[in-house]
């Protein structure tokens, strides 16, 4: 049977040995009683809840998938759902990083993602209920009304009420200026909203007594394109002014997608048939208020696939430990056995070790760009806020698209350690492999994100964020430079992050003269840019495992950690060079290729 233990240990290294959070959130003025101590207490609880309440519910969830009533449009989730809901509410984990304003516990993003982790781990599909509450909750908080915010974000921190995103129509993707639901002003201010939506994951389901639906419409006098997209707050029941639930809103689910993974939530069709809805930020605005919402999707989803690669790796060194199978090459190595466990075999281990060492990487990045998050919304500095502002902005889509993939290939890899048995439900692997697939595509695919990433947020201001990263590698070398224990560590970041800068040179510069060699390097490019910063963290790891083995710590977790890194840099890192002279090769391959795609 499938087995799960949420990685503390990797967890509270990152935290408090790599990136110091006590030190760092007691500087701002929300956290500053924030100790080590209550933050390993929340992790060890939140722990308790993925493991007990949601893991056992994964497979079962998956085989039993969501239900819709035509008749009356009501989605039932699968057995145990409702009540692990009711549990995670109780428990106070939907408030654990809300603001206390609207009833929230307060507590940092850095914590919070720590515990998505782990749910995404136990049960991705039941996580990503309230996983989007957490999106409609921030784009009201940064651009509701007054009445809006106290309307909305009591009951969606408490978990009462549940939120989605609704973008996505069936004649456009990420193309959301093709988008064509119309909001018609009525009399008293709200707004008469027509259109479908498709794609809406948790769009209707029986977890909470309301669905709180964020979605994006054009007004009479919108201009066409992009600049022409507002964005509404559309509940499934109205609410009376004391939050109170009244009738049954327009906008019901006329279907559930059949999907290839996370059977257990409901992506819905959604259809408004003149529903009302308020207006969230101002007209046309609409993509700059969502963006809010889209952002933290996007660091959401890269945790997903963290949470895969870590579970899928768990169970794949499990199976590897116990399985025997064939001799090691060297000589047996169980000799009062009939084979080997299959662990002995080189194969074997470089498989569940790139799952590792992607797995360790994901969570350095992601609860760093947690911790920025968290930086950016409570340092006193305005320029150091924006400072973290910008450093999150060019992290996001490394975090979803670098994420995502490997996430995938990890899930694979795990996969393939059990061989035919991994190819069969009851042991749990295909199940993670076809999970992890939709995340590459969720939030803008992986190919948006590296648009994204190459045209916005490197080219887009001229590199100045991604020499800010290589200050951050600069400072990392001139502290180590004496190190001789560093160098295997550090040489190979230095070295890339100057090729970086060149190549980013080189791809503007021929941009400028046909754009299309942007779209035919961002892919690689991106890549190349998450190995930099898996790198970067590699490193930083690495060195504090260096110096606790100086001090004279005994612990086997810090000679682990410099193997997982070694393995890193000599077997992962090692794909730079082939993806920049890709990202190099230019558009001609590509599009001067109109024979071949005949």
Same mark, same amino acid.
């Given at each position: 049977?499938?087995?799960?233990?949420?990685?503390?240990?990797?967890?509270?290294?990152?935290?408090?040995?790599?990136?110091?959070?006590?030190?760092?959130?007691?500087?701002?003025?929300?956290?500053?009683?924030?100790?080590?101590?209550?933050?390993? %207490?929340?992790?060890?609880?939140?722990?308790?809840?993925?493991?007990?309440?949601?893991?056992?519910?994964?497979?079962?969830?998956?085989?039993?998938?969501?239900?819709?009533?035509?008749?009356?449009? &009501?989605?039932?989730?699968?057995?145990?759902?409702?009540?692990?809901?009711?549990?995670?509410?109780?428990?106070?984990?939907?408030?654990?990083?809300?603001?206390?304003?609207?009833?929230?516990?307060?507590?940092?993003?850095?914590?919070?993602?720590?515990?998505?982790?782990?749910?995404?781990? $136990?049960?991705?599909?039941?996580?990503?209920?309230?996983?989007?509450?957490?999106?409609?909750?921030?784009?009201?908080?940064?651009?509701?009304?007054?009445?809006?915010?106290?309307?909305?974000?009591?009951?969606?921190?408490?978990?009462?009420?549940?939120?989605?995103?609704?973008?996505?129509?069936?004649?456009?993707?990420?193309?959301?200026?093709?988008?064509?639901?119309?909001?018609?002003? @009525?009399?008293?201010?709200?707004?008469?909203?027509?259109?479908?939506?498709?794609?809406?994951?948790?769009?209707?389901?029986?977890?909470?007594?309301?669905?709180?639906?964020?979605? #994006? &419409?054009?007004?009479?006098?919108?201009? $066409?394109?992009?600049?022409?997209?507002?964005?509404?707050?559309?509940?499934?029941?109205?609410?009376?002014?004391?939050?109170?639930?009244?009738?049954?809103?327009?906008?019901?689910?006329?279907?559930?997608?059949?999907?290839?993974?996370?059977?257990?939530?409901?992506?819905?069709?959604?259809?408004?048939?003149?529903?009302?809805?308020?207006?969230?930020?101002?007209?046309?605005?609409?993509?700059?208020?969502?963006?809010?919402?889209?952002?933290? %999707?996007?660091?959401?989803?890269?945790?997903?696939?963290?949470?895969?690669?870590?579970?899928?790796?768990?169970?794949?060194?499990?199976?590897?430990?116990?399985?025997?199978?064939?001799?090691?090459?060297?000589?047996?190595?169980?000799?009062?056995?009939?084979?080997?466990?299959?662990?002995?075999?080189?194969?074997?281990?470089?498989?569940?070790?790139?799952?590792? &060492?992607?797995?360790?990487?994901?969570? $350095?990045?992601?609860?760093?760009?947690?911790?920025?998050?968290?930086?950016?919304?409570?340092?006193?500095?305005?320029?150091?806020?924006?400072?973290?502002?910008?450093?999150?902005?060019?992290?996001?889509?490394?975090?979803?698209?670098?994420?995502?993939?490997?996430?995938?290939?990890?899930?694979?890899?795990?996969?393939?350690?059990?061989?035919?048995?991994?190819?069969?439900?009851?042991?749990?692997?295909?199940?993670?492999?076809?999970?992890?697939?939709?995340?590459?595509?969720?939030?803008?695919?992986?190919?948006?994100?590296?648009?994204?990433?190459?045209?916005?947020?490197?080219?887009?201001?001229?590199?100045?964020?991604?020499?800010?990263?290589?200050?951050?590698?600069?400072?990392?070398?001139?502290?180590?430079?004496?190190?001789?224990?560093?160098?295997?560590?550090?040489?190979?970041?230095?070295?890339?992050?100057?090729?970086?800068?060149?190549?980013?040179?080189?791809?503007?510069?021929?941009?400028?003269?046909?754009?299309?060699?942007?779209?035919?390097?961002?892919?690689?490019?991106?890549?190349?840019?998450?190995?930099?910063?898996?790198?970067?963290?590699?490193?930083?790891?690495?060195?504090?495992?260096?110096?606790?083995?100086?001090?004279?710590?005994?612990?086997?977790?810090?000679?682990?950690? #410099?193997?997982?890194?070694?393995?890193?840099?000599?077997?992962?890192?090692?794909?730079?060079?082939?993806?920049?002279?890709?990202? @190099?090769?230019?558009?001609?391959?590509?599009?001067?290729?109109?024979?071949? #795609?005949?």
């Amino acid at each position: 049977m499938p087995i799960y233990r949420p990685p503390l240990r990797d967890m509270q290294f990152i935290l408090h040995e790599v990136l110091g959070v006590s030190d760092e959130l007691q500087a701002l003025a929300p956290h500053a009683q924030l100790d080590q101590g209550t933050i390993d %207490a929340v992790l060890e609880e939140g722990g308790k809840f993925a493991t007990e309440v949601l893991f056992p519910l994964n497979i079962g969830g998956d085989e039993e998938g969501c239900t819709l009533d035509q008749t009356t449009h &009501a989605v039932s989730t699968p057995k145990g759902f409702k009540e692990a809901y009711t549990r995670y509410v109780a428990g106070g984990w939907a408030a654990l990083s809300c603001d206390p304003a609207y009833g929230g516990q307060g507590l940092p993003m850095v914590l919070n993602q720590c515990f998505y982790e782990m749910l995404n781990s $136990a049960n991705q599909a039941w996580t990503m209920y309230p996983g989007l509450s957490h999106g409609a909750y921030e784009c009201l908080h940064a651009h509701g009304t007054r009445e809006q915010k106290d309307l909305y974000l009591p009951r969606l921190t408490n978990g009462e009420w549940t939120g989605t995103m609704c973008l996505t129509e069936s004649h456009c993707g990420t193309d959301l200026g093709l988008l064509r639901t119309r909001a018609e002003p @009525r009399a008293d201010g709200s707004y008469r909203i027509t259109g479908e939506k498709i794609f809406i994951s948790a769009g209707e389901h029986d977890l909470a007594s309301n669905i709180v639906h964020l979605v #994006l &419409a054009r007004l009479p006098d919108a201009p $066409a394109g992009s600049k022409g997209i507002s964005l509404f707050v559309v509940p499934k029941f109205e609410p009376r002014a004391d939050g109170s639930l009244g009738e049954r809103n327009a906008i019901y689910c006329a279907g559930l997608e059949h999907k290839m993974g996370i059977h257990g939530n409901a992506t819905a069709q959604l259809v408004l048939e003149g529903a009302s809805g308020s207006l969230v930020g101002q007209p046309h605005q609409g993509l700059a208020a969502m963006f809010v919402m889209m952002n933290a %999707a996007r660091l959401g989803v890269g945790n997903q696939s963290l949470g895969l690669t870590e579970v899928a790796y768990q169970n794949a060194l499990v199976y590897a430990r116990e399985r025997i199978q064939m001799r090691s090459l060297s000589g047996a190595k169980a000799k009062d056995r009939p084979a080997d466990p299959i662990i002995v075999h080189p194969d074997v281990r470089r498989m569940l070790l790139t799952a590792k &060492a992607y797995a360790e990487g994901a969570r $350095a990045l992601s609860l760093y760009c947690a911790l920025l998050l968290d930086k950016e919304r409570s340092l006193p500095d305005g320029h150091l806020r924006q400072d973290c502002a910008d450093m999150l902005a060019l992290l996001t889509p490394i975090v979803k698209a670098f994420t995502t993939d490997n996430g995938f290939e990890a899930t694979t890899l795990c996969q393939q350690v059990l061989g035919g048995h991994g190819y069969i439900r009851e042991w749990g692997m295909e199940q993670h492999v076809r999970d992890a697939r939709i995340n590459m595509i969720y939030e803008g695919t992986n190919t948006i994100q590296a648009l994204d990433l190459l045209g916005r947020k490197v080219l887009g201001n001229n590199g100045a964020t991604l020499r800010k990263f290589g200050q951050l590698l600069g400072r990392l070398a001139a502290e180590e430079g004496g190190n001789g224990k560093m160098t295997e560590f550090i040489e190979p970041v230095v070295n890339l992050g100057r090729q970086m800068t060149e190549l980013t040179t080189d791809i503007g510069l021929r941009s400028l003269q046909n754009p299309d060699e942007m779209g035919a390097a961002a892919v690689d490019y991106l890549r190349a840019a998450g190995h930099l910063v898996f790198g970067y963290f590699f490193a930083r790891m690495a060195q504090v495992a260096l110096r606790k083995i100086a001090a004279g710590s005994t612990d086997p977790f810090y000679p682990a950690k #410099l193997q997982t890194a070694r393995f890193y840099f000599a077997r992962l890192f090692p794909e730079t060079a082939t993806l920049i002279p890709r990202a @190099r090769a230019g558009s001609g391959v590509l599009m001067d290729t109109d024979l071949a #795609l005949a």
